[in-house]
């Protein structure tokens, strides 16, 4: 198995993941185009995918999902919340995602579970080979029992590391966004992140890449620093993915 980001914040998500031949698409906050471009960088085309799966229906998730979907013909899974909320017109294939039931795409082992933030059913998901775990976990205001079961014994963990919340409170953002940012709807911090590593047996993990990365309300350094103080910096590499670029190939062995 192995994964890769086209780009993660605000502005725009994208993780591609790939086992056995077969290749899924979670989230694209990219325009059609922009989409293309991106999966480009590795040598794929958007026909190249078996599936798109969505977490939510915010813009950062969903802009390109329906244009992408009728363009190539491809199916889309999401729950039936975020179908009710999403406006992006008809969608060429349509899956229903019922967040607590695992699915199986190809060769690919899908465990999707709930988790509280600001849209109308939110789910992100475990992927699975049969032999190794991978955790996407974004845009998610507080930790729950029912998530750190899902995400124990991780072999590489996608996890938000949204903002400080020094930086949250002195940023730009409005009293409102800030509340909203760092309320048990919005999104995790730094801390939060470290906290619920320390709540999961992360003895099998190789990989851990912070996503979801705040432009205005974090930097980079603060939430590696933050994730490594609480798994041990030296066991392996920790990994940020960012806006313009995402993250190269990872690959699970
Ligand atoms: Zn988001
Ligand atoms: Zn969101």
Same mark, same amino acid.
């Given at each position: 198995?192995?994964?890769?980001?086209?780009?993660?914040?605000?502005?725009?998500?994208? @993780?591609?993941?790939?086992?056995?031949?077969?290749?899924? $698409?979670?989230?694209?906050?990219?325009?059609?185009?922009?989409?293309?471009? !991106?999966?480009?960088?590795?040598?794929?085309?958007?026909?190249?995918?078996?599936?798109?799966?969505? @977490?939510?229906? /915010?813009?950062?998730?969903?802009?390109?999902? %329906?244009?992408?979907?009728? /363009?190539?013909?491809?199916?889309? #899974?999401?729950?039936?919340?975020?179908?009710?909320? /999403?406006?992006?017109?008809?969608?060429?294939?349509?899956?229903?995602?019922?967040?607590? !039931?695992?699915?199986?795409?190809?060769?690919?082992?899908?465990?999707?579970?709930?988790?509280?933030?600001? +849209?109308?059913? &939110?789910?992100?998901?475990?992927?699975?080979?049969?032999?190794?775990?991978?955790?996407?976990? @974004?845009?998610?205001?507080?930790?729950?029992? /029912?998530?750190?079961? +899902?995400?124990?014994? $991780?072999?590489?963990?996608?996890?938000?590391?949204?903002?400080?919340?020094?930086?949250?409170?002195?940023?730009?953002? &409005?009293?409102?966004?800030?509340? !909203?940012?760092?309320?048990?709807?919005?999104?995790?911090?730094?801390?939060? +992140? %470290?906290?619920?590593?320390?709540?999961? !047996?992360?003895?099998?993990?190789?990989?851990?890449? %912070?996503?979801?990365?705040?432009?205005?309300?974090?930097?980079?350094?603060?939430?590696?620093?933050?994730?490594?103080?609480?798994?041990?910096?030296?066991?392996?590499?920790?990994?940020? %993915?960012?806006?313009?670029?995402?993250? &190269? #190939?990872?690959?699970?062995?």
């Amino acid at each position: 198995m192995r994964f890769a980001s086209l780009g993660s914040g605000s502005k725009g998500n994208a @993780t591609v993941v790939e086992a056995d031949g077969t290749r899924v $698409l979670i989230d694209c906050g990219f325009s059609r185009a922009e989409a293309e471009k !991106r999966l480009a960088r590795f040598s794929l085309t958007p026909a190249d995918l078996d599936a798109v799966l969505v @977490t939510h229906e /915010h813009s950062d998730h969903i802009a390109g999902v %329906a244009r992408l979907s009728r /363009h190539y013909d491809l199916p889309v #899974w999401m729950t039936a919340g975020t179908e009710a909320m /999403h406006k992006g017109g008809e969608l060429a294939q349509l899956r229903r995602i019922n967040s607590h !039931r695992a699915f199986r795409i190809g060769k690919l082992q899908v465990q999707p579970f709930p988790v509280p933030h600001d +849209a109308r059913e &939110p789910c992100q998901f475990v992927f699975s080979d049969g032999r190794r775990r991978l955790g996407l976990l @974004t845009d998610v205001g507080s930790i729950t029992a /029912h998530m750190l079961q +899902a995400l124990d014994q $991780l072999d590489a963990f996608i996890l938000e590391c949204n903002h400080d919340p020094a930086m949250l409170q002195a940023g730009p953002y &409005p009293p409102q966004l800030k509340q !909203r940012v760092g309320g048990a709807y919005g999104h995790l911090s730094n801390q939060q +992140a %470290a906290s619920l590593l320390k709540r999961i !047996r992360t003895d099998r993990l190789q990989h851990l890449i %912070a996503a979801h990365i705040s432009e205005k309300n974090n930097r980079a350094e603060l939430a590696l620093a933050c994730l490594a103080d609480a798994v041990g910096e030296s066991r392996f590499g920790i990994l940020a %993915a960012d806006q313009p670029s995402g993250m &190269p #190939w990872i690959d699970l062995d």
